[in-house]
């Protein structure tokens, strides 16, 4: 069965540009001029895929606002925003949102279908025969590839897809550096370096509100992080 993505972007012609591109691949497209048709439409049925803009309307952030509603709805959606808003403080709002990646609108369409491939792959590993077996372990940390599941003490980790292949990559072997290539690797993720270093940031975060004294996660300073023994 062909896979669902759906465009959420206010100006028409950019939204059918999209949509006919995608449809070409053959994923099937639902398109949407903004987030309160969007999200009557997700309540119903979730797509395989979304992609966002940030500024829908005259709502100049109503993409984060759809963001977050459908992080609460599901943690594996895989998301993108696409967007003309390219500062910092944007991308790094959007991360924080939970979204998987972060695109302008500069960005070429082949680029464009090799993310949305990308994160595609890594819902088929999470089925796949190598990650079946037993739960992962290090410390007090369990990692379960089969049910998508991370703890910290017991504690659930409400991590995204993109954050748990990382945590993955990270921990599954502990006390070895893994740089920013390695990690998007590992995590069949194309982003750049800052992108990565914004997920390590939130990743974190989200042990820390579980266990204050949380520092398992080690940034090496011009090399990588890694997950301390």
Known sequence: MARTVAIVEDEAAIRENYAEVLRRRGYQVGSYSGGASALQAFRNRLPDLVILDIALGDDYDQGFTLCRELRAMSATLPIIF????????????????????????????PHLLARIAALFRRIEALGSAENEGAPLAAGDLRIDRVRFEVTWKAQPVPLTLTEFWIVHSLARRPGHVKNREQLMDEANVVVDTATITSHVKRIRRKFRELDPEFDSIEMIYGVGYRWRT
Do not use: E, F
């Open 82 to 109: 696409l967007t003309a808003r390219d500062s910092d403080i944007d991308v790094v709002t959007g991360l924080r949102l939970g979204a998987d990646d972060y695109l302008t609108k500069d960005t070429s369409m």
